[in-house]
């Protein structure tokens, strides 16, 4: 690959915006779709094509860490310290306001003895105390293997990046449940996972594509994408022994290509805005990560006592209407918390 050069990111800064919006989409979604077969077919299929339509989220936010992260020189120690603090000490602080969500909505309980306490809220510090955090452990083990795989990237051919990417497409797909039969003995897990987002985000990031009218192929590749993950998670509904979540899969065929061709298409200049929504985008991005671990509790409150979720009028409006609320308030509820005394700016996100 050819050595990094310094290049503008507002695109990237962009791109990482509308990821954060699309995950609380994708959280909004998920009540209305886990009742198929209870609600109107016109609401769950509103709800089916929105979620599909969101399913980029947390590829691109991996590509985008390997786009920021792959193409530096690091020092172990100082890397793993700087990035982990980074992330580790505000997920701490949200894991424990879940665990008293929890306990405030009567999930858990606590009883006289401290240490039976302790060990209840270590367990859920373990598995996640939100449904939202598993993202974080899944990043805090990425951090652990950028060190490695940026070594590997920096110092690969093109030809040898392409090689990583095409074996670890081949072992995504290949091991699909619909084609899990045709699997191998031979163990090929050192190339599965999340790991090929991060060097996919780079060498898309870096790449001069010289296509042309790029941009709208991956907006046509982006719309069949849409339309195979939401036709295809409505199909298998009628077959009870294939996981309901198949094509919603965020490492998987279809959800990596609807990645792709976001990623691509943000990543050629956009028109221009005014200067104040250059203010505001950053503003957010600022706290971009604190938004992620706050916005379920805030959905949580917005449903109950507030009634704003997906009920609010019909799916197609009520969904994107909560996920912006939600994303409007966690941002002031962060940026709140980021301005409390000594430990604020930690804490927050």
């Not at 405030?104 to 809220?121: Q, R």
């Not at 995504?172 to 619909?178: D, F, G, L, N």
Request: proline share 6%; with cysteine; aromatic share 18%.
């Amino acid at each position: 690959m050819p050595p990094a050069k310094s290049e503008n990111i507002d695109w990237i800064n962009n791109l990482r915006l509308i990821a954060l919006y699309a995950v609380i989409i994708l959280h909004c979604t998920a009540p209305l779709l886990m009742q198929s077969g209870k609600v109107p077919l016109f609401d769950w299929w509103a709800a089916d094509f929105l979620n599909a339509a969101v399913r980029f989220a947390v590829p691109v936010f991996v590509m985008i860490t390997g786009a920021l992260l792959l193409h530096r020189e690091y020092e172990i120690g100082s890397f793993l310290k700087k990035r982990l603090s980074r992330v580790v000490v505000p997920f701490l602080f949200w894991s424990l306001v879940y665990v008293w969500y929890s306990w405030y909505n009567e999930e858990i309980s606590f009883g006289n003895d401290a240490w039976t306490n302790i060990k209840l809220v270590l367990h859920l510090l373990k598995v996640g105390s939100s449904y939202h955090l598993w993202y974080v452990y899944m990043l805090i083990g990425l951090y652990f293997f950028i060190p490695v795989i940026g070594k590997f990237v920096r110092n690969a051919t093109e030809k040898e990046v392409l090689y990583f990417l095409i074996v670890w497409f081949a072992v995504m797909t290949i091991t699909q449940p619909y084609l899990m039969r045709f699997n191998p003995s031979v163990d090929m897990h050192y190339f599965a996972g999340y790991a090929g987002y991060l060097v996919l985000g780079h060498y898309l990031a870096f790449k001069d594509f010289n296509i042309k009218s790029l941009r709208l192929w991956m907006i046509l590749l982006f719309v069949c994408s849409i339309v195979v993950i939401a036709v295809g998670s409505r199909l298998v509904i009628a077959y009870p022994n294939v996981p309901g979540t198949l094509f919603y899969e965020p490492v998987s065929p279809a959800v990596l290509m609807l990645a792709v061709s976001i990623f691509m298409v943000f990543k050629y200049p956009l028109p221009k805005v005014p200067p104040v929504v250059i203010r505001i985008r950053d503003f957010a991005g600022k706290h971009n990560y604190g938004i992620y671990l706050g916005h379920a509790l805030v959905l949580y409150f917005l449903d109950d006592p507030f009634g704003i979720s997906y009920k609010l009028c019909t799916p197609i409006v009520s969904i994107p209407l909560t996920a912006l609320i939600c994303f409007v308030i966690t941002l002031l509820l962060v940026w709140l918390i980021n301005k409390l005394p000594f430990a604020g700016k930690w804490i927050s996100g």
